[in-house]
């Protein structure tokens, strides 16, 4: 079975710019979540959703940062205007059911803003 | 609210020998508890979790870990270890009201020594 794909794999921007990260989560899995990975902060999550439904964006570190998920097979994370503060690693996970399940992780997309 | 602490963000084992990785933990419910690997360039991946069924949990890779609610500790073993088992290791916790965030820990990276 195909895992959480990811894309773009490697993204360099110019501060400015708009970043957009997507995601297809495993099939048939009802809950999409979107992590950052730095070596300051480690991981941390951005924000979840169950059934397309965003629950919990607390952790959206600002206005710039917005993320969709327009159906069960597909979500977008956007940050517009990007800044070099934004690089790190974002990975999308998704799990089906409840809380003690397995979360499957993408191989995450690496964001270089100069 | 829920976190989790790994003490030592670095780890070296020679080779052979055996693995100990610290995990504690702090939850106002009874929690899940989770160990995740990352290696280079990869998602992370699931090696064991509790679940709140048997306090010592056996996992992928020869790995085991055993929840000890008096020591809120879930600490991460494996007898002998293995070049390949190189990579970062994040304990991981969530309570079981169904609030459906996973605290990650800010990861322990091992180093095996040949």
């Known amino acids: 079975d195909a895992g959480v794909i990811q894309s773009p794999r490697h993204e360099v921007t110019e501060m400015g710019q708009e970043v957009t990260l997507r995601c297809k989560p495993i099939s048939g899995h009802d809950y999409l979540f979107w992590y950052r990975q730095t070596m300051m902060r480690g991981l941390e999550l951005l924000i979840y959703f169950n059934n397309n439904v965003p629950i919990d964006d607390s952790g959206m570190p600002e206005d710039r940062f917005s993320a969709k998920m327009p159906n069960a097979s597909f979500s977008t994370l956007k940050i517009q205007p990007s800044e070099p503060r934004d690089s790190a690693v974002y990975f999308c996970a998704s799990r089906q059911g409840p809380l003690g399940n397995t979360i499957y992780f993408g191989e995450g997309s690496w964001l270089t803003v100069v | 609210a829920q976190s989790v602490t790994q003490l030592g963000s670095h780890v070296s084992v020679s080779e052979g020998a055996l693995v100990l990785l610290r995990c504690n933990y702090s939850?106002?419910?009874?929690?899940?508890l989770f160990w995740y690997v990352q290696y280079p360039n990869q998602g992370l991946q699931l090696l064991l979790k509790?679940?709140?069924?048997?306090?010592l949990v056996k996992g992928i890779n020869g790995f085991e870990a055993e929840f000890k609610k008096s020591e809120t500790s879930f600490h991460l073993t494996k007898p002998s270890a293995h070049m390949s088992d190189a990579a970062e290791y994040f304990c991981a916790v969530s309570d079981q009201r169904g609030y459906q965030k996973v605290t990650f820990g800010i990861g322990t990276k091992l180093q095996v020594i040949p």
């Open positions: 939850s106002s419910v009874p929690p899940y």
């Open positions: 509790y679940t709140s069924a048997a306090t």
